[in-house]
């Protein structure tokens, strides 16, 4: 018989025949299936509605995970309240967390996925903490110590350096230095020692053993920031003739520099009499940015923009008639924020929108009143806080704001 091409005839008992079985089989299966209990149908799950952010904050009940998509709020440390820093691993993943739980002090890492807590130091409080981590984010250096007070001058009371690593935790050696400052691209560390006021050495340390490979004489340097390649720092220097025998403390405002992280080719931006501040570094570390008192003008601020590499100065926004500070650039450097104040009681903070710019928070009576700038997400979503634990996300394509309820210091925001 040919399946494919044939054609079969049936006889009329065949038929008959035929059409009784078909009855008999339809008859079978019906019965089966009604014996069968039929299962209820179960709705899909609620469709995640909220808004596609999740955060780490502080809030009342300790150190907190939000996940506004799902509206879900899942406590890491319950009850932890934050005592700092607080060190971003290089890829985004991880956190490292100084935080109190009553009288206790707690170093740990903090999974920003998963929410995992890897407990790395604990001791008696008072304890500070400093941490910063390896360039390929496999290692975190850490440092802690009692701090202790001469005068108004904060000294380095018993403490160490350690370093984490997936294989545990362990003790670098350092005697002096308690506390670290980076972690250098020729995988070396830049530790501090300030353990009694006339003593603050920056130390250039081998990580395996804090063998010294450098000396720092940092007695008169303060506000040290670190380029995100690790190759440059600028300070503020202070000078002698600015020391209050009294206080222990030299002026608030000097001369600002930049020098490898050595310590060495040190070369002057701004001198004392434009009382520089707030530096930042530009994503490339081709730049840095920092605010100093306009020329002939005492109560005027202007941010000025130094590049490196061709050694020369140019300022945002020349004019005399508003004060301009605390510059942030966004990831890319494509786009920044500042503060601007109008007069003595109008604050603003502003954004560069296309090459223009635009007001994104509204006026405020004092600095106090004025959102923090938290950072940028991307180039096109900037962070600020306020002091009631509140974030605003501010879209630059869109010039539209999301509010959260984060908690409040906020150590980590990100997109779902």
């Excluded at 409080?125 to 390929?136: F, K, L, Q, R």
């Excluded at 350690?162 to 050696?173: C, E, K, M, Q």
């Excluded at 501040?277 to 941010?303: E, F, G, L, M």
Aim: net charge positive; charged share 20%; proline share 5%.
């Amino acid at each position: 018989m040919d399946l494919l091409g044939s054609t079969t005839v049936f006889s009329a008992k065949q038929r008959s025949a035929v059409f009784v079985l078909s009855v008999l089989v339809v008859l079978m299966a019906t019965g089966c299936s009604s014996s069968a209990p039929v299962a209820p149908s179960t709705p899909p799950p609620a469709a995640s509605s909220g808004p596609a952010f999740s955060a780490l904050a502080f809030d009342a009940t300790g150190l907190t995970r939000h996940d506004f998509r799902r509206d879900e709020a899942r406590a890491l440390i319950p009850g932890g309240a934050y005592l700092g820093p607080a060190a971003l691993s290089p890829d985004g993943n991880s956190v490292a967390v100084g935080y109190t739980v009553g009288d206790s002090a707690h170093l740990a890492i903090v999974g920003m996925t998963d929410g995992s807590v890897r407990q790395l130091h604990s001791a008696r409080a008072p304890i500070t903490y400093t941490a910063t981590w390896s360039p390929d984010g496999q290692r975190l250096a850490f440092g802690f110590y009692q701090p202790r007070k001469s005068g108004r001058v904060v000294e380095m009371g018993p403490g160490g350096v350690g370093i984490a690593d997936a294989s545990g935790v362990r003790n670098t050696g350092c005697k002096a230095s308690r506390a670290v400052e980076a972690w250098l691209p020729d995988s070396t560390l830049l530790v501090r020692d300030q353990r009694n006021w006339q003593q603050r050495v920056l130390y250039v340390v081998s990580a395996e053993d804090c063998a010294t490979r450098a000396k720092i004489d940092a007695r008169r340097m303060y506000h040290i920031s670190f380029s995100p390649d690790g190759r440059w720092m600028a300070y503020i220097l202070r000078e002698l003739g600015d020391f209050n025998r009294r206080t222990r403390q030299y002026a608030q405002d000097s001369t600002l520099y930049v020098a490898d992280t050595n310590g060495k080719n040190a070369r002057k931006i701004a001198l004392a009499k434009y009382h520089p501040r707030h530096v930042v570094w530009a994503p490339d570390a081709s730049q840095i940015a920092y605010d100093r008192q306009a020329k002939d003008h005492p109560n005027v601020r202007q941010i000025f923009i130094y590049e490196l590499a061709g050694d020369k100065h140019s300022v945002l926004n020349n004019n005399t008639t508003t004060s301009e500070s605390h510059f942030r650039w966004s990831p890319t450097g494509a786009n920044f924020v500042y503060d601007r104040k109008l007069d003595a009681s109008t604050m603003q903070k502003v954004v560069r929108v296309f090459g223009g710019t635009q007001l994104i928070a509204a006026e405020a009576a004092s600095p106090g009143d004025l959102p923090a700038t938290w950072g940028w997400l991307d180039d096109n979503l900037l962070v600020l806080t306020k002091a009631d634990g509140t974030s605003h996300i501010f879209k630059v394509n869109t010039q539209k704001t999301q509010t959260l309820s984060t908690g409040v210091p906020l150590l980590d925001l990100r997109r779902q």
